[in-house]
């Protein structure tokens, strides 16, 4: 299984953008998936992720209604919708998977990153 993040850039605060994970291999509905992201000099923290099948989603409070994770099963994608950003949210954003069977928030138990995407909000 391989990730791969795509969809980064430079917007101005109160911009929006859509991040775009693709999963390859046949298990994309088997699995947790989550988006975390690190800002420069910041350790990586959770920003949201979807459950198998898409059941059920969970947000840091700092993106809780302004960003929606969510996934497309025949493209093997997901995604993250961010709005209304903010500088705050100027990080590099990754993509990873969990084999854990309950969907958790610790990035110590995801086995499988993408490569990162920046994405970096002006003010």
């Known amino acids: 299984v391989q990730l791969q993040a795509s969809g980064g850039g430079l917007v101005q605060a109160g911009d929006s953008l859509r991040l775009s994970c693709v999963v390859s291999?046949?298990?994309?509905?088997?699995?947790?998936l989550a988006w975390f992201r690190q800002a420069p000099g910041k350790e990586r923290e959770f920003v949201a992720y979807?459950?198998?099948?898409?059941?059920?989603?969970y947000y840091a409070d700092s993106v809780k209604g302004r960003f929606t994770i969510s996934r497309d099963t025949a493209k093997a994608t997901v995604y993250l919708q961010m709005n209304y950003l903010k500088p705050e949210d100027t990080a590099v954003y990754y993509c990873?998977?969990?084999?854990?069977?309950?969907?958790?928030?610790?990035?110590?138990?995801?086995?499988?990153w993408g490569q990162g995407t920046l994405v970096t909000v002006s003010s």
């Open positions: 979807t459950t198998r099948s898409g059941g059920k989603t």
């Open positions: 291999g046949r298990t994309f509905n088997s699995y947790t």
């Open positions: 990873a998977r969990t084999r854990r069977t309950l969907p958790t928030t610790d990035l110590t138990l995801y086995d499988i």
